[in-house]
């Protein structure tokens, strides 16, 4: 079983995740994995941003997921998700 976090603390590193990401898309035209999978930090601990087996997913450090990328369908293919349309 993993650390006891406050809720709370799952909003703060999801605020800390997607300033990080803003702040990475203001240097780079386009983000790739490359740069997403430096993580951040957050209170002096390394959080990943994500996994490359996976879209959406749980960093072992908070209670709830954290997703900050989608799939781009091709054209014909299936659409999986809403978000995809």
């Not at 790739?32 to 960093?59: C, D, H, S, Y």
Request: proline residues 8%; glycine residues 8%.
């Amino acid at each position: 079983m993993g650390p006891i976090i406050p809720e709370n603390s799952d909003t703060l590193m999801r605020m800390a995740a997607f300033n990080h990401v803003r702040r990475l898309g203001e240097i780079h035209v386009h983000l790739t994995a490359a740069e997403l999978n430096l993580g951040f930090v957050f209170q002096g601990e390394r959080f990943p941003l994500i996994n490359p087996q996976r879209g959406i997913f749980k960093p072992q450090q908070m209670r709830y997921l954290l997703s900050i990328k989608t799939v781009f369908p091709k054209p014909g293919a299936k659409v999986w998700y809403d978000d995809q349309r």
